[in-house]
């Protein structure tokens, strides 16, 4: 079955210890991203990859990392999480010709720093 | 820079009614991509709909239908006679011309439909 799994599914953590969000996915896609959700503002892009060993930052990329290794693997790194990166995270993905219709998004990553 | 604004935050119905969710948007490109999503209380997000800059067409798809409106920069839902499977948060987003490098969408601030029985 295509699809991108991201995991853990629910993350509770404390200020300052850092963490990684992993995303993977089987359909040998060239593009993924990372968004987050928040209430109010809907979802924003934290940074995205073109393909493997390229990123790029998209419009929120403060206070995140990210690495693109392998292709089906794009984690998410947190170095010092902060009570304002609390909030539900998507990863998505799609092949490289196509539009964002085609994104397939995972199941969504709910973080809290406390 | 694009930017998505849904000014309903919060809409409430009694099932069989009509629902319409406005989405207004702002771009400089001449091309561009319109798209809603649903995301229902389990949390994943599904795509419904993707319309051209260049195609103002309304469309029809059994209760959904999506009235395009450059003049105006609308796209507006409607979800006719509404059902409770309808309960969700629906996302009108936007894309620049499709092969721009990044591709992002920008998204609304969503709107929470709670259909009533």
């Known amino acids: 079955e295509a699809q991108v799994t991201q995991n853990p599914r629910y993350l509770i953590t404390v200020t300052g210890k850092k963490l990684t969000v992993t995303c993977s996915q089987n359909?040998?896609?060239?593009?993924m991203s990372w968004y987050r959700q928040d209430p109010g503002l809907g979802l924003r892009q934290i940074y995205y990859s073109m393909n493997v060993e390229v990123t790029d930052k998209g419009d929120v990329p403060e206070g995140y990392k990210v690495s693109r290794k392998e292709k089906r693997n794009f984690p998410l790194i947190l170095e010092s999480p902060s009570p304002n990166q609390t909030s539900l995270y998507f990863c998505?993905?799609?092949?490289?010709?196509?539009?964002?219709?085609?994104?397939?998004f995972g199941s969504g990553t709910q973080l809290s720093v406390l | 820079a694009q930017k998505v604004t849904q000014a309903q935050t919060e809409i409430s119905v009694v099932e069989k009614e009509d629902v319409t969710l406005d989405c207004v948007y702002e771009?400089?490109?001449?091309?561009?991509?319109l798209f809603w999503y649903k995301q229902p209380p389990s949390g994943e997000l599904v795509f419904l709909i993707r319309?051209?800059?260049?195609?103002?067409q309304n469309e029809i798809s059994g209760r959904y239908s999506w009235n395009f409106q450059k003049s105006t920069s609308s796209f507006n839902f409607t979800i006719t006679a509404s059902q409770v499977v309808d309960s969700a948060v629906y996302f009108c987003?936007?894309?620049?011309?499709?092969?721009?490098?990044?591709?992002?969408?920008?998204f609304g601030g969503g709107t929470r439909v709670l259909v009533k029985p």
């Open positions: 359909m040998n896609h060239e593009y």
């Open positions: 998505a993905s799609r092949g490289g010709g196509q539009g964002p219709e085609k994104l397939f």
């Open positions: 319309r051209n800059s260049f195609d103002e």
């Open positions: 771009t400089r490109d001449t091309t561009y991509y």
């Open positions: 987003a936007l894309s620049e011309a499709l092969r721009a490098a990044g591709n992002k969408l920008t």
